[in-house]
């Protein structure tokens, strides 16, 4: 999955990824972070890890917040990790409660060993693309990737929360 950063003479730049699907995405990025996807009246908010509360467990959960400007809330919101070869499942809500106009959703908490997180141990900057998507009570999708970015620094505090040791 190759991914680059290309910009053109307007300044601006995307990042560029191949996803699970096999699609080639553009992810538009402003002083080096993604910028919030929006469509229609949905904005994704955030999309990133979170802390346990509780540190001794050693696990981190993800966290995904979107607003949502309609006026019928959708039906169900299911939330994947589409950055490597194989989708992986983060948050199915097939009853979603908003709290003024606000959608929050929770993965399950994950331990170092979760396939979620193995991106965890590698020592570089990891971008991740998460792909929500949205039904609404007629049926129809809408669908948002979101990236987010981990540098390497922050990811140092991910592996201490997880109990990784490096050798």
């Given at each position: 999955m190759a991914a680059?950063?290309?910009?053109?003479?307007?300044?601006?730049?995307?990042?560029?990824?191949?996803?699970?699907?096999?699609?080639?995405?553009?992810i538009p990025l402003v002083n080096g972070s993604p910028v919030p996807a929006k469509k229609g009246n949905i904005s994704i908010m955030h999309a990133g890890l979170v802390p346990n509360p509780n540190p001794q467990d050693k696990q981190l959960k993800y966290l995904f917040d979107l607003e949502d400007k309609s006026l019928v809330p959708a039906k169900s919101i299911v939330v994947e990790d589409v950055s490597d070869e194989r989708a992986m499942p983060m948050v199915e809500d097939l009853a979603p409660k908003y709290d003024n106009k606000r959608w929050y959703g929770f993965s399950r908490l994950l331990d170092a060993d979760a396939p979620e997180l193995a991106w965890v141990g590698h020592l570089d900057n990891s971008t991740?693309?998460?792909?929500?998507?949205?039904?609404?009570?007629?049926?129809?999708?809408?669908?948002?990737?979101?990236?987010?970015?981990?540098?390497?620094?922050?990811?140092?505090?991910?592996?201490?929360?997880?109990?990784?040791k490096l050798k």
């Amino acid at each position: 999955m190759a991914a680059m950063v290309v910009g053109c003479a307007t300044g601006d730049y995307a990042y560029v990824t191949t996803i699970s699907t096999g699609e080639r995405i553009q992810i538009p990025l402003v002083n080096g972070s993604p910028v919030p996807a929006k469509k229609g009246n949905i904005s994704i908010m955030h999309a990133g890890l979170v802390p346990n509360p509780n540190p001794q467990d050693k696990q981190l959960k993800y966290l995904f917040d979107l607003e949502d400007k309609s006026l019928v809330p959708a039906k169900s919101i299911v939330v994947e990790d589409v950055s490597d070869e194989r989708a992986m499942p983060m948050v199915e809500d097939l009853a979603p409660k908003y709290d003024n106009k606000r959608w929050y959703g929770f993965s399950r908490l994950l331990d170092a060993d979760a396939p979620e997180l193995a991106w965890v141990g590698h020592l570089d900057n990891s971008t991740r693309v998460f792909r929500f998507t949205v039904t609404a009570a007629d049926g129809s999708k809408i669908i948002l990737d979101q990236a987010w970015i981990a540098p390497s620094w922050a990811k140092v505090g991910m592996r201490q929360a997880l109990g990784i040791k490096l050798k």
